[in-house]
């Protein structure tokens, strides 16, 4: 299992199919006729319609597949262009791209044709040491323009590890036509799974199956939205030869018990301590003073080596199976599950045992219960058992092996008692042998991710301002500074914290940025020092107008549309600010605005003023509970967040006395 998210257009495009081949050079019928097929008319910011997707998997008797690829784009604007490539994934030692070749059908008809020599071998992912996966790609982007079709052919071979695939029917892209087809040998049989629409049912034909949509709307892009794949429709398919077992090579799922027995093979003989490991775990948990720490201190060691991946016989189930632990130690680097792995084996050496978890990166809701299969998963993280006097937000119960405290060997920035943003809420498969399940990741409380914020600030008769900021995050607010802070330079870091700081305050000069990175409590502070001049702005000498809200919140949230189609997703976090601004001398607080208090189940809201001598204090807090909220639900939420925008874009007024 690789921690990889495959382009999206190469998703949509990976895989379909022609049911005939096209003589020598010339524009294949079925590309002719997707050409001149009408389209309703779209909104002008739809760049480009698909007119025909099509795959057709033929299954021999031996499991093999071929594979046939049709695919045709219409460009709409100029920005559409863009979409005229082709892309086709193989992995080298179990597969092949027998034939590639596309078309481009300018709008006065004349045809450009492109074929072996227009074709470019690409490593998939470019960031991996060795990764046997290639993409075979053709790009038209520079030859096409507005009203110009694109279409591609592709056949490939390959002998799948699973007999299961998914088919999406669309992108966000409008697509005219978009066909599955699934040729099985006499005797096979298949099943579907439908997400994201009605249950869609084949055409059967023998042992001929296909499943079609047309005439699909485009998915449109919205702020906090849930991701393509659970908005798009899509299928998953399990072929089998019935009465077939594991040892015939055919293999698919029926339950998520099997799922794990399988992964728990892979798995479990890699995770056997050796006298080094056990040396190691010993070395760094000598002085822990109990359970949590002792967890804590090869968590720490292990987020720590490097990340790299290298997959070889991926073909043959090694995407799945993890280095040996006693391997990953010696050359102290691996990917997700080698880091997983290595953890479980030096807890194993202390006593304490522990769990790969398969899971998926980068969408808390892309797995789904009703389709039991490995290939549903990205990313490997670790579950460990643990007593009653270890407590953590991140544990969960299972019926039978207790309280797991869950926990990404591979995420640097998250420790021990975190869970990562895109990870929390998801479903995910405890690899347990017969006692492995499908099991819901814990959500942390609002409470848990809280960035808290004093500001102390001096304003002066002429409108200036120099204020010093303290920051303190925790938990996935934490996160986030903390990668910038590793991420960028320290150059880049100091620019990212002054446009910050121009948005509110916009000729706000830095004097002194201090973050604080503490890996021990998992905790981020930052204090900075700055001036602005003409902050405040002075009317007839007589009155002062300012915002108390001097800097933005970083995570502000911005509903502007009047209408939504989607589902809104929102993630768990608390922000609490007080601001004492010192009044210049000669000024009183002359008006505030009201406070405010918002209540929803989603989350709350309020403000408060408070003039206390010569200072005037303004506190905000906002609490937000993860959560999707339906389309039909986006006026409350629109409603809530203008309300905070109004109150936090409220001024105060100062009078001379």
């Not at 953890?343 to 050496?349: E, F, N, Q, T, V």
């Given at each position: 299992?690789?921690?990889?998210?495959?382009?999206?257009?190469?998703?949509?495009?990976?895989?379909?199919?022609?049911?005939?081949a096209?003589?020598?050079?010339?524009?294949?019928?079925?590309?002719?006729?997707?050409?001149?097929?009408?389209?309703?008319?779209?909104?002008?910011?739809?760049?480009?319609?698909?007119?025909?997707?099509?795959?057709?998997?033929?299954?021999?008797?031996?499991?093999?597949?071929?594979?046939?690829?049709?695919?045709?784009?219409?460009?709409?604007?100029?920005?559409?262009?863009?979409?005229?490539?082709?892309?086709?994934?193989?992995?080298?030692?179990?597969?092949?791209?027998?034939?590639?070749?596309?078309?481009?059908?300018?709008?006065?008809?004349?045809?450009?044709?492109?074929?072996?020599?227009?074709?470019?071998?690409?490593?998939?992912?470019?960031?991996?040491?060795?990764?046997?996966?290639?993409?075979?790609?053709?790009?038209?982007?520079?030859?096409?323009d507005a009203?110009s079709?694109?279409?591609?052919?592709?056949?490939?071979?390959?002998?799948?590890?699973?007999?299961?695939?998914?088919?999406l029917?669309?992108?966000r892209?409008p697509?005219?036509?978009?066909?599955?087809?699934?040729?099985?040998?006499?005797?096979?049989?298949?099943s579907?799974?439908?997400?994201?629409?009605?249950?869609?049912?084949?055409?059967?034909?023998?042992?001929?199956?296909?499943?079609?949509?047309?005439?699909?709307?485009?998915?449109?892009?919205?702020?906090?939205?849930?991701?393509?794949?659970?908005?798009?429709?899509?299928?998953?398919?399990?072929?089998?030869?019935?009465?077939?077992?594991?040892?015939?090579?055919?293999?698919?799922?029926?339950?998520?018990?099997?799922?794990?027995?399988?992964?728990?093979?892979?798995?479990?003989?890699?995770?056997?301590?050796?006298?080094?490991?056990?040396?190691?775990?010993?070395?760094?948990?000598?002085?822990?003073?109990?359970?949590?720490?002792?967890?804590?201190?090869?968590?720490?060691?292990?987020?720590?080596?490097q990340?790299i991946?290298?997959?070889?016989?991926?073909?043959?189930?090694?995407?799945?199976?993890?280095h040996?632990?006693?391997?990953?130690?010696?050359?102290?680097?691996?990917?997700?599950?080698?880091?997983?792995?290595?953890?479980?084996?030096?807890?194993?050496?202390?006593?304490?045992?522990?769990?790969?978890?398969?899971i998926?990166?980068?969408?808390?809701?892309?797995?789904?219960?009703?389709?039991?299969?490995?290939?549903?998963?990205?990313?490997c993280?670790?579950?460990?058992?643990?007593?009653?006097?270890?407590?953590?937000?991140?544990?969960?119960?299972?019926?039978?092996?207790?309280?797991?405290?869950?926990?990404?060997?591979?995420?640097?920035?998250?420790?021990?008692?975190?869970?990562?943003?895109?990870?929390?809420?998801?479903?995910?498969?405890?690899?347990?042998?017969?006692?492995?399940?499908?099991l819901?990741?814990?959500v942390?409380?609002?409470?848990?991710?809280?960035?808290?914020?004093?500001?102390?600030?001096?304003?002066?008769?002429?409108g200036?301002?120099?204020?010093?900021?303290?920051?303190r995050?925790?938990?996935?607010?934490?996160?986030?500074?903390?990668?910038?802070?590793?991420?960028?330079?320290?150059?880049?870091?100091?620019?990212?914290?002054?446009?910050?700081?121009?948005?509110?305050?916009?000729?706000?000069?830095?004097?002194?940025?201090?973050?604080?990175?503490?890996?021990?409590?998992?905790?981020?502070?930052?204090?900075?020092?700055?001036?602005?001049?003409?902050?405040?702005?002075?009317?007839?000498?007589?009155?002062?107008?300012?915002?108390?809200?001097?800097?933005s919140?970083?995570?502000?949230?911005?509903?502007?549309?009047?209408?939504?189609?989607?589902?809104?997703?929102?993630?768990?976090?608390?922000?609490?600010?007080?601001?004492?601004?010192?009044?210049?001398?000669?000024?009183?607080?002359?008006?505030?605005?009201?406070a405010?208090?918002?209540?929803?189940?989603?989350?709350?809201?309020?403000?408060?003023?408070?003039?206390?001598?010569?200072?005037?204090?303004?506190?905000?807090?906002?609490?937000?509970?993860?959560?999707?909220?339906?389309?039909?639900?986006?006026?409350?939420?629109?409603?809530?967040?203008?309300?905070?925008?109004?109150?936090?874009?409220?001024?105060?007024?100062?009078?001379?006395?």
């Open positions: 299992m690789r921690r990889r998210t495959i382009p999206l257009i190469l998703v949509f495009v990976l895989s379909a199919i022609s049911t005939s096209a003589p020598g050079d010339e524009v294949p019928a079925w590309l002719s006729q997707a050409a001149a097929a009408s389209a309703p008319p779209y909104d002008k910011d739809v760049p480009a319609v698909v007119i025909h997707r099509e795959q057709t998997i033929n299954v021999g008797a031996d499991g093999r597949l071929i594979t046939a690829t049709n695919f045709a784009v219409r460009v709409l604007v100029r920005e559409g262009r863009y979409f005229a490539s082709a892309d086709q994934l193989y992995l080298t030692n179990s597969g092949k791209v027998r034939e590639m070749r596309a078309w481009l059908i300018s709008p006065n008809g004349t045809v450009k044709k492109y074929g072996k020599d227009h074709i470019v071998d690409l490593i998939e992912d470019p960031n991996d040491i060795y990764n046997e996966y290639r993409v075979k790609s053709i790009d038209a982007t520079n030859d096409a009203g079709v694109f279409g591609y052919e592709a056949i490939s071979e390959e002998r799948p590890l699973f007999h299961q695939d998914v088919w029917f669309q992108n892209l697509t005219l036509l978009s066909r599955y087809t699934l040729n099985l040998p006499a005797g096979w049989s298949a579907s799974v439908t997400f994201n629409r009605d249950p869609i049912e084949p055409a059967v034909s023998g042992s001929s199956y296909k499943w079609e949509l047309r005439n699909l709307m485009p998915i449109r892009p919205e702020v906090a939205s849930p991701e393509i794949s659970n908005l798009a429709p899509r299928i998953a398919v399990n072929y089998f030869l019935p009465d077939s077992g594991p040892s015939s090579g055919f293999r698919s799922f029926e339950t998520w018990t099997e799922v794990s027995r399988w992964a728990s093979e892979l798995h479990d003989p890699q995770s056997v301590p050796d006298e080094n490991i056990t040396a190691k775990a010993k070395q760094l948990t000598a002085a822990a003073a109990n359970e949590f720490d002792k967890i804590r201190a090869i968590a720490q060691f292990v987020q720590r080596l990340y991946s290298i997959d070889i016989g991926i073909g043959k189930g090694n995407g799945y199976k993890p040996a632990a006693s391997q990953v130690l010696a050359k102290t680097y691996g990917d997700c599950k080698d880091k997983a792995n290595l953890m479980r084996a030096m807890l194993r050496s202390i006593g304490i045992v522990a769990y790969p978890v398969a998926y990166s980068g969408d808390a809701t892309r797995v789904t219960e009703q389709w039991p299969s490995p290939s549903q998963f990205n990313h993280i670790i579950a460990v058992k643990v007593g009653e006097e270890t407590r953590a937000e991140t544990i969960i119960s299972h019926p039978t092996l207790g309280r797991l405290l869950i926990f990404d060997a591979t995420d640097e920035h998250t420790p021990l008692g975190d869970l990562p943003d895109d990870e929390q809420g998801s479903l995910a498969l405890l690899i347990a042998g017969d006692q492995g399940a499908l819901r990741m814990p942390m409380p609002p409470e848990s991710s809280h960035l808290q914020r004093v500001a102390e600030v001096q304003l002066t008769s002429e200036a301002i120099v204020a010093t900021i303290k920051e995050s925790t938990g996935q607010r934490a996160v986030e500074e903390r990668r910038a802070f590793r991420k960028l330079s320290a150059p880049g870091y100091k620019q990212m914290i002054e446009e910050w700081l121009t948005r509110g305050a916009t000729t706000a000069r830095v004097s002194r940025i201090e973050p604080v990175d503490d890996s021990v409590s998992g905790r981020f502070g930052l204090d900075v020092e700055f001036s602005a001049a003409s902050y405040a702005q002075l009317i007839q000498d007589r009155l002062l107008v300012f915002n108390p809200a001097i800097v919140r970083r995570e502000a949230l911005f509903l502007t549309e009047p209408s939504r189609q989607h589902p809104i997703v929102l993630g768990s976090r608390a922000f609490t600010e007080k601001v004492i601004v010192k009044l210049p001398v000669g000024f009183e607080v002359d008006e505030v605005p009201d405010v208090k918002l209540e929803t189940p989603f989350g709350t809201y309020k403000t408060s003023y408070e003039v206390k001598g010569d200072e005037l204090v303004f506190e905000r807090a906002l609490a937000q509970r993860g959560t999707a909220i339906p389309a039909m639900q986006y006026q409350v939420v629109r409603s809530f967040y203008e309300k905070i925008r109004a109150a936090e874009q409220a001024p105060v007024v100062l009078a001379r006395k």
